[in-house]
């Protein structure tokens, strides 16, 4: 099994930063990209970032030059900087990892628990 702990939400105020964390541990043989996703309250969940294994990045257009994604993979961790957050970034934030848990075993994606994030104005 794989587990993902994500830390780092809370209540921010507009202009201001938050860092999250997610942490993937358990049977791990290859992570293969890691991401975060957001779902605010009636509507759909939708990325935010996506950091491939060999460092390649996709972001939602409205998240480019606000957020950055990193990750460290002797860590099997994955972070989302925010910055200059906005009352509409205010949402549950999940982290997702796409592992391959053994060899010749195709990847899965999994989940984690999701962290709130309220930025008020």
């Known amino acids: 099994q794989v587990q993902l702990v994500e830390s780092g939400g809370g209540l921010v105020q507009a202009g201001g930063s938050l860092r999250l964390s997610c942490a993937a541990s358990?049977?791990?043989?290859?992570?293969?990209?890691m991401g975060w996703y957001r779902q605010a309250p009636g509507k759909q969940r939708e990325l935010v970032a996506a950091?491939?294994?060999?460092?390649?990045?996709d972001y939602e257009d409205s998240m480019k030059g606000r957020f950055t994604i990193s990750r460290d993979n002797a860590k099997n961790t994955v972070y989302l900087q925010m910055n200059s957050l906005k009352p509409e970034d205010s949402a549950v934030y999940y982290c997702?990892?796409?592992?391959?848990?053994?060899?010749?075993?195709?990847?899965?994606?999994?989940w984690g628990q999701g962290t709130q994030v309220t930025v008020s104005s």
């Open positions: 358990g049977s791990i043989f290859r992570v293969v990209a």
């Open positions: 950091i491939t294994a060999g460092g390649s990045t």
């Open positions: 997702n990892a796409r592992i391959i848990s053994a060899p010749l075993i195709p990847a899965r994606d999994y």
